[in-house]
């Protein structure tokens, strides 16, 4: 049997996103976004479009193809406008360190000493730790400031609140470190050599990219039964060590083929050159970035490593993206970062090995994004008072049909 082609799977994804009932909750949600103040005056528009043109033609789902096509331009343009930006004024910024250590904040003083001190434990003086501010309401900011006047290796920026994406890629403008590497604020480096190694072994084999592991530390148990899963089929170890040099579709396949590849941007030290090059920034206003960020890098590496080595402590907490409940901004996150990842797959000049691996992360990804359709809570599902009368009478009449 020949092998699917990826356009091909990704038409039956999309067929499977826009018939009932997902269309349902599509609509809940674009008439929800029609609501929210960081949405642009543009994206307003085009959503409304979308949402009334969808609800008056349940039968036409071109209609929501070529209106979502639409706004995929819409933000692919901005993007684009982003980056050219970014390479005009920072990609010939002066290399000062070896590893700049990208650490956004957002309200994490139970926290942050502890991920800090991490850093700051590592037995490299070469490197730079850019600590972005996102408009904590906490005590993160006088946290990170107190550090900084403790050691010079420390840069702080404060910012209003605008997530984590555009945090990482405010930071990313501001670096000078030969090689990149990202650190969340609740979590911690393992090892006080980690940073050392990790460069020591990019170095030594001109690499884009050197890949690592790392585990996950629960905060109580109750987390550890709910997610068990970062234990057992989605590990942060990886069962072997993928040594040598490969680029970075062989690496992919290979990890894919063992189930152990990881959409995750802390498991990995990138050298920065190479973002600039092949102008790679996050996806930003969504909240699952990460995916879009790591398989973008990846795909395009020519150069790539592993390392079994566990420098990277994941910390499942509770109020944390993972763990808490699902938003209808949490859906159309993954719905956007879906799509932003398809078109960058198919815009890439992927061999057919990678294709087909592509095409069943994309799979996987797709399951991810169904499930936290279904899993949505009741203020999303079935609360329509904040809708307009017609809508909601038409979506409860919806929902009716197909129960």
Known sequence: ?????????????????????????????LDKLTEVSTVSAEQRDAIAALRDSSLRQEKGI?????????????????????????????????????????????????????????????????????CVNDGSTDGSYDILKMYAQKDRRIKIFDRSHQGLGTTRNYALRQAQGEYICFVDSDDMLA???????????????????LYFDGDALYENNELAQRFPQFKTDYRLTRPREYGGVADGQELFCAMQADHCYRGITWLQLIRRTF????????????????????????????????????????????????????????????????ISTADLVLALPLRQQTAYYVAERLNELYGSMLHRYNNLHGEICGDFSNFEPVTSILLQKLISQNK
């Open 191 to 209: 090892a006080p050599e980690a940073l050392n190694y990790l460069y020591r072994e990019a170095k030594a084999h001109d690499l884009d990219i």
């Open 275 to 338: 973002l600039t090059e092949h102008r790679i920034l996050f996806p930003e206003n969504v909240t699952y970035e990460d995916e879009f960020f790591t398989l973008s890098c990846m795909l395009q590496a020519q150069r790539v490593s592993h390392r079994q080595k566990n420098f990277y402590r994941y910390r499942l907490r509770r109020n944390s993206i993972v763990t808490s409940p699902q938003t209808n901004f949490n859906v159309y996150s993954s719905l956007r970062c879906f």
């Open 62 to 130: 071109q209609t929501i193809h070529t209106r979502l096509a639409n706004q995929r331009v819409f933000l692919e343009q901005n993007r684009r406008d982003e980056v050219f930006v970014w390479n005009k004024r920072f990609s010939d910024r002066e290399t000062l360190y070896k590893i700049s250590v990208i650490v956004p904040a957002y309200n994490v003083e139970q926290y942050l000493a502890e991920c800090l001190n991490s850093i700051l434990d590592q037995n490299m003086e070469s490197m730079e730790v850019l």
């Open 1 to 29: 049997m020949p092998m699917p082609s990826l356009k091909s799977i990704l038409r039956r994804i999309y067929r499977r996103i826009f018939t009932t009932p997902n269309r349902k909750i599509l609509w809940q949600l």
